[in-house]
């Protein structure tokens, strides 16, 4: 498995950070906390799955910022390429897709864990994960401690069980030592002290002969309490059974008589009776309201309404004459005009004429004759205009028309003989601009009066038509003698008309709806009589007169159900043997518990008699045994005899425990030994400058041979050299595997205590390690930035 990518969602440090990884040799260079061992915890908690637990001594590397928990890596197994994808540290989502076809896994964990094959986040750690924190624990082992590691390098997982071996046999020398003579060890001394209660045991019991017989008499006191109390708690429950059915009883008996009283009763109004007699009383009153609603509409529509008879008898009088007022009134408003028009006319003339000229008042003496003689002409020919108006036949209009020819005729006429008479001999003289003021003055002045005179009598006459009006006191009319609003009076009159007229109209089709209400009444009344008999026959069904009887009857009916559902209520609050208890008692519930109380009085007082007698037998008991000497003695050996079984399960258990660990990896690692030895021989070779040329086993013991043939153990090797022996030996292990498991070597900046050569001689050996399986270093020794690409490196 090789992986070629990594996309990082949010981890730690990282937020939406992606890496490619296009060589099988890649370096991961960054200065400290550039987030490289975040990085290979990313790595790992994607093949194997993240944290499930938080606490304070595991990182869960929560992200930093506001992003999703997980990632991707793209990986290549076996020449196919995968995506692999975690969100969420809890609850994880697991996506893997073939990038082949684009096409997700629905069950991805089979095909994840046939990518991993064997490997575990254990074993990986174990196997392919070298750091910088595994090589400082090797440098704090002993010689014998790195020797016995570096023997069982070859079984997986060796380290943690070496300790635990090595912990059991501590443990279980701590216990017991056999040849042990001050007995100063645990077990030794419990042994020895239970030899010595053993005989101060038999000493007692030889003292104490009648110890046994004393023993069987409390024995047997302590079964008669046993057996009273037992029968105490038997008789106490029942007890409290007879105290619940006593609490019962007057409810059972209520509900016996409810039950004897309901089976008397038998419904004689079943379902369909009373649904079908109900819908014919609906039926009925429905009617009832109907017919009673069409009589009054009937007596509604009668005519005779004297009210009514009075308003069309006005409204006949006056709608012949309402032509002619409408006429009056607009002639009323055209003369009011004319009026100011002459009178506007007369002041302009007025002003024209000056404070200085002879005012109409001062005429000269031979006009006044003629002037009162005009006025005379004036004054008949407005009377004869008046006269015109009332006798000439037809419209107003041509009244009107008629009276005003006839007023211009008479006043012409009257001007005319009124004239003075003048001769051939005596010329007229030229009038000036005054005269012809003073004449036109004139003639406005006289059609003033004339117009004058016509407006007050028109206003007399309107002011008697208002009167006619107001006294027919119409509602819909306003009440007015100004008239000017003569023309709204008749405008309220001509509504009025207008609504009279349709509702006459309206009830000319009453009447003829009148006839088919009529005919509808009595098929209603039909109807009304047919349910009625109807509901007679129902009633005669079941033997009841009227519809109070079956009203009755109802009431009775719901009284029993409801006396049903009060009987069904009473039942649920018994249980079936409740029931069947108070069903066969033939004594009331209260002398049976009276009769229970006295047992258990009795009981009691029994047990406190023989309780008394039992103190009374310890007493003597203990004064048998010495004062109690014998049960402490009995006590104490039961107490040794359990301290020592477990004493001695536990060294056992401890001392078979690391024998059998020791065995175990001695024959696991032994199986691969010799294959990691001629590895770890060229790579601890390469990495010493040939220093060292092979790596014996002599005896399960290691020993390390120069070029000049010299041996040297593990105590005479310096801690660099240890740690380069460490190692060789981890990376000899992998390669052995990698015939079976194809797994990238992981490296997170181990080599921090080699020297400089050192150092570049592990960079060229895991180039070569690359050429056949991938390698990722984290580090921050910038000697890589020399020794490997720029390919190769990944700047953090």
């Given at each position: 498995m090789k992986i070629e990518a990594i996309k990082i969602y949010g981890f730690g440090k990282w937020i939406n950070q992606e890496f490619t990884l296009p060589n099988a040799m890649t370096v991961f260079y960054g200065e400290n906390e550039a987030g490289k061992s975040t990085l290979m915890a990313f790595i790992n908690g994607m093949l194997f799955g993240f944290a499930s637990k938080k606490s304070k001594f595991i990182n869960t590397y929560e992200p930093k910022q506001q992003a999703i928990y997980g990632g991707e890596l793209i990986l290549n197994h076996h020449g196919k390429k995968y995506r692999l994808i975690r969100r969420h540290r809890t609850n994880t989502e697991l996506e893997l897709i073939d990038l082949a076809t684009n096409e997700a896994y629905p069950n991805p964990q089979p095909i994840l864990d046939s990518i991993l094959g064997p490997i575990t986040s254990e074993t990986f750690q174990q196997i392919y994960a070298i750091s910088a924190d595994e090589l400082a624990e090797v440098r704090s082992l002993t010689p014998n401690e790195l020797e016995q590691r570096l023997l069982k390098i070859g079984a997986v997982g060796a380290t943690g069980w070496l300790q635990v071996a090595d912990q059991f046999e501590k443990e279980a020398q701590?216990?017991?030592?056999?040849?042990?003579?001050?007995?100063?060890?645990?077990?030794?001394?419990?042994?020895?002290?239970?030899?010595?209660?053993?005989?101060?045991?038999?000493?007692?019991?030889?003292?104490?002969?009648?110890?046994?017989?004393?023993?069987?008499?409390?024995?047997?006191?302590?079964?008669?309490?046993?057996?009273?109390?037992?029968?105490?708690?038997?008789?106490?429950?029942?007890?409290?059974?007879?105290?619940?059915?006593?609490?019962?009883?007057?409810?059972?008996?209520?509900?016996?008589?409810?039950?004897?009283?309901?089976?008397?009763?038998?419904?004689?109004?079943?379902?369909?009776?009373?649904?079908?007699?109900?819908?014919?009383?609906?039926?009925?009153?429905?009617?009832?309201?109907?017919?009673?609603?069409?009589?009054?509409?009937?007596?509604?529509?009668?005519?005779?309404?004297?009210?009514?008879?009075?308003?069309?008898?006005?409204?006949?009088?006056?709608?012949?004459?309402?032509?002619?007022?409408?006429?009056?009134?607009?002639?009323?408003?055209?003369?009011?005009?004319?009026?100011?028009?002459?009178?506007?006319?007369?002041?302009?003339?007025?002003?024209?004429?000056?404070?200085?000229?002879?005012?109409?008042?001062?005429?000269?003496?031979?006009?006044?004759?003629?002037?009162?003689?005009?006025?005379?002409?004036?004054?008949?020919?407005?009377?004869?205009?008046?006269?015109?108006?009332?006798?000439?036949?037809g419209n107003i209009v041509v009244k009107l028309i008629g009276a005003v020819v006839a007023m211009v005729i008479i006043w012409a006429v009257g001007r005319q003989m009124q004239a003075p008479k003048m001769t051939p001999s005596q010329p007229m003289p030229a009038p000036t601009k005054t005269q012809v003021a003073q004449a036109q003055l004139i003639r406005v002045q006289e059609q003033l009066e004339v117009t004058q005179k016509q407006f007050a009598d028109l206003e007399q006459t309107i002011l008697a038509e208002q009167r006619k009006i107001n006294a027919l006191t119409l509602s819909q009319v306003e009440y007015t003698s100004d008239p000017a609003e003569f023309s709204n009076q008749l405008q309220q009159i001509n509504q009025v008309i207008n609504e009279f007229t349709a509702e006459q109209q309206a009830n000319a089709l009453g009447k003829a709806d009148q006839v088919y209400q009529e005919q509808y009444y009595k098929q209603r009344q039909q109807q009304l009589a047919q349910i009625q008999r109807e509901m007679q026959t129902v009633l005669a069904s079941i033997n009841l007169m009227d519809e109070a009887e079956f009203h009755l009857q109802l009431v009775k009916q719901n009284v029993d159900t409801q006396q049903n559902q009060e009987l069904m209520a009473m039942q649920k609050q018994f249980t079936p043997q409740q029931l069947e208890r108070l069903a066969g008692l033939t004594t009331p519930?209260?002398?049976?518990?009276?009769?229970?109380?006295?047992?258990?009085?009795?009981?009691?007082?029994?047990?406190?008699?023989?309780?008394?007698?039992?103190?009374?037998?310890?007493?003597?008991?203990?004064?048998?045994?010495?004062?109690?000497?014998?049960?402490?003695?009995?006590?104490?050996?039961?107490?040794?005899?359990?301290?020592?079984?477990?004493?001695?399960?536990?060294?056992?258990?401890?001392?078979?425990?690391?024998?059998?660990?020791?065995?175990?990896?001695?024959?696991?690692s032994q199986q691969r030994m010799p294959q990691i030895l001629a590895l770890a021989t060229k790579y601890f070779q390469e990495l010493t400058g040939e220093n060292f040329v092979a790596i014996k086993m002599e005896s399960n013991m290691i020993a390390l041979v120069t070029t000049t043939e010299e041996r040297y153990t593990l105590a005479e090797l310096s801690k660099g050299t240890s740690e380069q022996l460490y190692v060789a030996f981890r990376i000899a292990f992998a390669q052995v595997l990698a015939d079976m498991i194809e797994f990238p070597i992981i490296i997170d900046d181990g080599f921090v205590n080699f020297d400089a050569r050192r150092v570049k001689r592990m960079h060229r050996l895991m180039l070569d390690l690359s050429a056949n399986q991938q390698v990722i270093y984290f580090t921050s020794n910038t000697v890589v930035l020399t020794d490997f690409t720029a390919p190769q490196i990944v700047a953090l």
């Open positions: 701590a216990l017991f030592a056999a040849n042990s003579k001050n007995g100063k060890r645990p077990l030794n001394g419990l042994l020895a002290e239970y030899r010595r209660t053993a005989d101060n045991q038999m000493e007692i019991q030889r003292q104490l002969p009648t110890y046994f017989a004393s023993l069987e008499s409390l024995q047997t006191q302590h079964q008669a309490i046993a057996n009273l109390k037992a029968k105490l708690a038997t008789q106490q429950t029942k007890l409290a059974e007879l105290n619940e059915l006593a609490r019962l009883e007057p409810l059972y008996l209520q509900m016996r008589k409810l039950e004897q009283k309901q089976a008397k009763h038998e419904p004689k109004i079943n379902e369909d009776t009373k649904v079908r007699f109900e819908q014919l009383q609906f039926q009925k009153t429905n009617l009832i309201e109907e017919i009673t609603q069409l009589e009054q509409n009937l007596q509604t529509n009668n005519p005779g309404d004297a009210q009514t008879e009075s308003l069309a008898q006005h409204l006949k009088e006056i709608q012949p004459r309402l032509g002619l007022l409408f006429e009056l009134a607009a002639n009323y408003r055209a003369v009011q005009q004319q009026l100011a028009q002459l009178k506007n006319q007369y002041q302009i003339i007025a002003a024209q004429l000056g404070p200085n000229e002879p005012s109409m008042q001062r005429q000269r003496p031979e006009d006044g004759a003629a002037t009162n003689s005009s006025s005379k002409w004036t004054i008949g020919a407005v009377a004869v205009g008046i006269a015109s108006l009332l006798l000439i036949p519930v209260a002398e049976l518990v009276t009769a229970t109380n006295m047992q258990l009085t009795q009981a009691t007082v029994q047990l406190e008699a023989l309780e008394q007698q039992l103190q009374t037998s310890q007493m003597q008991h203990l004064k048998v045994v010495s004062n109690g000497t014998i049960n402490e003695v009995e006590q104490q050996m039961a107490n040794l005899q359990h301290d020592v079984l477990i004493s001695l399960e536990n060294f056992m258990i401890k001392q078979l425990t690391a024998q059998w660990i020791n065995e175990a990896l001695k024959q696991s």
